[in-house]
Nanobody, 125 residues
Framework: VQLQASGGGLVTPGGSLRLSCAAS????????VSWFRQVPGKEREWVAG???????HYAGSVKGRFTISRDNGKNTVFLQMNSLKPEDAAVYYC????????????????????WGQGTQVTVSS
């Protein structure tokens, strides 16, 4: 099983990016997938998650600006990021769980069984 994260890049404040997390080896359409981000010297931070049935959840810092979605036919999860701020700059990772975690477990990295390699997002003028 592999998760391939892509879509990062350089964007000016207020701009948008769409990250993709493509899974191969098995389907995760009925499992939880989340996006995390990490900056040097800080712990990995949960950003957003999508659970079984398509339920979506967001960290407070990105709610209203980021949207997580999935295309089950392509076995891919997306993170649409709008109104980007300099503090959103980080390496973004996608992670998938083999189970169906409860909401309170989504931010815990130990919930996840597979991780993508990360994609860099830079927000700068």
């Amino acid at each position: 099983v592999q998760l391939q994260a892509s879509g990062g890049g350089l964007v000016t404040p207020g701009g948008s990016l769409r990250l993709s997390c493509a899974a191969s080896g098995r389907s995760f359409s009925s499992n939880a997938v989340s996006w995390f981000r990490q900056v040097p010297g800080k712990e990995r931070e949960w950003v957003a998650g999508i659970r079984q049935g398509g339920m979506t959840h967001y960290a407070g810092s990105v709610k209203g600006r980021f949207t997580i979605s999935r295309d089950n036919g392509k076995n891919t999860v997306f993170l649409q990021m709008n109104s980007l701020k300099p503090e959103d700059a980080a390496v973004y990772y996608c992670a998938a769980s083999l189970g169906r975690p409860i909401l309170s477990s989504l931010p815990d990295p130990d919930t996840y069984d597979y991780w993508g390699q990360g994609t860099q997002v830079t927000v700068s003028s």
